[in-house]
């Protein structure tokens, strides 16, 4: 009989219950014995032997249906060798859950987070496997992780519809996109729905060049304009903070998030009105397109290869149009990062969008 265990852990996003169909029915299809151990909610179930093995109808009708059928939840690695609210420790726990339920194998869906936990529970000895799910798209060794694309076409979505009424009032709208730490998401979604400027972590904004391309954009006769902001925008003298200076800062000014400091700021330099839209997660929820849909199952196709095949330790990913994998070890602990020199951001900057760090 072949065990095998899948959490989904982290926030959740679209497609991750095609990932698992696509494991799981590559499984029964190609393995006479197989047992598919689901843990609920993230490591949180593994941790406190909180499972059931899954019928194979559980993975039917689920294609295209948005969150997690297995629960998830945050449990910080930096947190991981605290004790769990009963006293126990959790990564004795989980070895102990793996080991007493017989499990060959543990299949991660999870973020970049998620990864630090599956690599440190690989270094302990146990065959572990994970996905790339994440609408952030930040996660290094995979050019595309499953939710982004799902992602994109909501958040461009919001921008299209605010495209009408900032015309008619001629005001300034800021769309605030997720993404504390990279801006993949504000990045391809603002330039799908022709943002005029986008700001995002990797590219710190001088707020006075912002202000220049909007009063650009009013003298040439366009009365409106359109920012997307990543949560995680910052100027260029916040880039210069440490992490616990910027925090102290974020504490000191009281704006609700980066979208409404930055209204703030345009307001006082360019006295236009500027109105706020924050979509939050409305961003990682419903159904999955298509492009993630057939992402995630052959991400799942490719889980169960390495299963059948018993080669662990690694991330299902895509690298240059094709199916790969990458050791866990080489993902753990990094982030992929926009690169403010790439090609993506000279074409954006070649049509004109500004993205606030020089003046256009
Ligand atoms: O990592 C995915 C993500 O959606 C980020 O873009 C966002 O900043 C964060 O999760 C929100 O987390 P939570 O759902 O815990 O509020």
Known sequence: MLRVGMLTSGGDCQALNAAMRGVAKSLYEQC??????????????????????????????????????LGTSRTP??????????????????????????????????????HKTANLLSQK???????????????????????FQSAIDIAANTIDCIHSTAASHSRVFIVELMGHKTGWLTLYAG????????????IP????????????????????????AAEGAVSKEEAQLTKSELKAKRKKEEYPSAAYRIGAEIFQKTGQEVRV???GHVQRGGQPCAYDRVLATRLGAKTAELILEKKYGYMTCVKENKIDVIPISEVAGKTKLVDADSDIIKQAKLIGLSFGDESV
């Open 32 to 69: 006479s014995e197989v047992e598919i151990y689901g843990f609920e909610d993230g490591y949180k179930g593994l941790i406190r032997c909180q499972y059931h093995i899954m019928k194979p109808t559980e993975f039917s009708g689920i294609l295209n249906q948005g969150g997690t059928i």
């Open 77 to 114: 690695f930096k947190r991981i060798s605290e004790p769990d609210e009963d006293g126990s420790d959790k990564i004795l726990s989980m070895i102990s859950t793996y080991k007493k339920l017989k499990l060959d194998c543990l299949v991660v869906l999870g973020g970049n987070g998620s």
């Open 125 to 147: 000895g146990l065959n572990v496997l994970t996905m790339p799910k994440t609408i952030d798209n930040d996660l290094y060794g995979t050019d595309m992780s499953f939710g």
């Open 191 to 202: 330039m799908a729905a022709g943002a005029d400027i986008i700001l995002i972590p990797e």
């Open 205 to 228: 904004y001088d707020i006075d060049i912002v202000a220049d391309a909007i009063r650009k954009r009013t003298k040439s006769g366009k009365h409106f304009t359109i920012i997307a």
């Open 277 to 279: 839209t924050v979509p």
